[in-house]
Antibody, heavy 121, light 108 residues
Framework: EVQLVQSGAEVKKPGESLRISCKGSGYSFTSYWISWVRQMPGKGLEWMGNIDPSDSYTNYSPSFQGHVTISADKSISTAYLQWSSLKASDTAMYYC??????????????WGQGTTVTVSS | EIVLTQSPGTLSLSPGERATLSCRASQSVSSSYLAWYQQKPGQAPRLLIYGASSRATGIPDRFSGSGSGTDFSLTISRLEPEDFAVYYC?????????FGPGTKVDIK
């Protein structure tokens, strides 16, 4: 079964750093890009960026460029999303998703269960 | 930057009724890059439709997508209780993804 399993909920203080993870299984991890998507409380979905786990090439939404870092360790089939200095406005649910690109289609076909990040003093 | 708008914001219908959701792009886009997702409370989104009109694996045939250019739609032919959820359209372009703001389909 193809799965993305994300790390557990986090509660942090403003200014702290954080890295959350997304582990793929049931497929060739390096054959598909991983996307990260933010969902703030009661709001819609926002695409943050992608990573190609085969070579760690990344691209970011302009809205998130410079605010987060996406990385991957293909040896353990895991992608990461990290912050160096959290803000209260980073409080949200974060999803990773497998991006497929086939026959001209680019979509997210498998999603992780989500990681809740709460930033509060 | 292409902006997606979805209408209506909320659609209140009864089980068995037909739902038609709209997604409009601020400029003409390739239908290959238009997808629809469903999100139920407390769950991750699920891919429903890709390429504007192709159902993803395991999606019931009561879900259908159509459209081209700037105007796309998702139709649920007969609402089942499990279909009450939020629906997002998504566009891929210039190596970036954009989501629409979503349409909530709730029980009337």
């Amino acid at each position: 079964e193809v799965q993305l399993v994300q790390s557990g909920a986090e509660v942090k203080k403003p200014g702290e750093s954080l890295r959350i993870s997304c582990k793929g299984s049931g497929y060739s991890f390096t054959s598909y890009w991983i996307s990260w998507v933010r969902q703030m409380p009661g709001k819609g979905l926002e695409w943050m960026g992608n990573i190609d786990p085969s070579d760690s090439y990344t691209n970011y939404s302009p809205s998130f460029q410079g605010h987060v870092t996406i990385s991957a360790d293909k040896s353990i089939s895991t992608a990461y999303l990290q912050w160096s200095s959290l803000k209260a406005s980073d409080t949200a649910m974060y999803y990773c998703a497998r991006r497929i690109a086939a026959r001209g289609y680019y979509v997210m076909d498998v999603w992780g269960q989500g990681t809740t990040v709460t930033v509060s003093s | 930057e292409i902006v997606l708008t979805q209408s209506p914001g909320t659609l209140s219908l009864s089980p068995g009724e037909r739902a038609t959701l709209s997604c409009r792009a601020s400029q003409s886009v390739s239908s290959s890059y238009l997808a629809w997702y469903q999100q139920k409370p407390g769950q991750a989104p699920r891919l429903l439709i890709y390429g504007a009109s192709s159902r993803a694996t395991g999606i019931p045939d009561r879900f259908s997508g159509s459209g081209s250019g700037t105007d796309f739609s998702l139709t649920i032919s007969r609402l089942e209780p499990e279909d009450f959820a939020v629906y997002y359209c998504q566009l891929y372009g210039s190596s970036l993804f954009t989501f629409g703001p979503g349409t909530k389909v709730d029980i009337k």
